[in-house]
């Protein structure tokens, strides 16, 4: 008896652990290409952001 429970439950286990498809899926997404325009920008406009903190660090030292 104790053998015919196992055997159902190993059956059991097996039946719903093969429950998927080894079948190769249909869906096929297209890619999404995703264009960006570059922003054209002069050499200077690394430079404002440090020369304004260099100018707070002096005014706040100058007080």
Do not use: N, R
Request: net charge negative.
């Amino acid at each position: 008896m104790k053998k015919l429970v196992l055997a159902a439950a190993f059956a059991g286990a097996a039946s719903t652990a093969m429950a998927g498809s080894y079948a190769k899926d249909d869906v096929v997404m297209e890619p999404v290409v995703v264009v960006e325009e570059a922003q054209q920008s002069s050499s200077s406009a690394g430079l404002i952001i440090p020369l304004v903190v260099i100018a707070l660090l002096a005014a706040a030292a100058a007080d």
